[in-house]
């Protein structure tokens, strides 16, 4: 069964310090892997996607990873803001058309001053 | 329009009341999603229309909930005879179905306060 497992499931950081998220995936044969910022109030957002023969990827402060061979992904904060304070979602896609994309249950961080 | 479309943004309602949130996804796309947040709970699967097979409705938590997809555009999730349980922020996303690059766009959902 495609399946897609976040954790932790919350977050509680101080501002400036970093953390990571964890992403694990059943899902295959991969296509890839997208990580998502919910802000309150707001919809996701795409922050970045990884597909299979990327390692890692760069958007500013957030450094994604993806390890193919352990299906895992990470997101990396660096010097994290009050303004990352959000959900993070991660949604895999499989390789055949017409298959469902299949969400994580999202991570809630929060970052206090 | 550009995005995706949920109506209303905020909807307090009765406990015992039906009530309707509606999804407008992106033109042309054929898979549509609906979840729901509950504090704590994370994202929690609903339901799932694709094209026209038959939609996955495996994560609807009663008989309460259905949800339907006309002309495969426009949808709309009804809960009947709320709960308090049921206040929760419902999230409608809509991608391609071509595999590979997919990407989910998400609506800015429906919050559903249930007094």
């Known amino acids: 069964k495609n399946q897609v497992e976040q954790s932790p499931q919350s977050l509680i950081i101080l501002e400036g310090k970093n953390c990571t998220l964890q992403c694990n995936y059943t899902v295959s044969p991969f296509s890839n892997l997208r990580w998502y910022k919910q802000d309150t109030g707001r919809g996701p957002v795409s922050l970045t996607i990884?597909?299979?023969?990327?390692n890692t990827k760069s958007n500013g402060r957030y450094t994604a990873t993806l390890d193919a061979d352990t299906k895992q992904s990470s997101l990396h904060i660096t010097a994290s803001q009050l303004s990352d304070s959000a959900s993070y979602i991660c949604?895999?896609?499989?390789?055949?058309?017409?298959?469902?994309?299949?969400f994580g249950k999202g991570t809630t961080l929060s970052v206090s001053s | 329009g550009a995005g995706v479309s949920q109506s209303p943004s905020n909807k307090v309602t009765e406990k015992g009341k039906d009530v309707e949130l509606r999804c407008d996804p992106i033109s042309g796309h054929t898979a549509l999603y609906w979840y729901r947040q509950s504090l704590g709970q994370g994202l929690e699967f609903l339901i799932y229309f694709q094209g026209n097979s038959a939609p996955d409705k495996s994560g609807l938590p009663s008989d309460r909930f259905s949800a339907e997809r006309t002309g495969g555009s426009v949808s709309t999730l009804t809960i009947q005879r709320t709960q308090q349980e049921d206040s929760a922020v419902y999230l409608c996303?809509?991608?391609?179905?071509?595999?590979?690059?997919?990407?989910?766009?998400f609506g800015q959902g429906t919050r559903l306060t249930v007094v």
């Open positions: 990884m597909t299979f023969s990327e």
């Open positions: 996303a809509s991608s391609l179905l071509e595999g590979g690059n997919t990407e989910a766009f």
């Open positions: 949604v895999v896609s499989a390789q055949q058309a017409g298959t469902a994309l299949i």
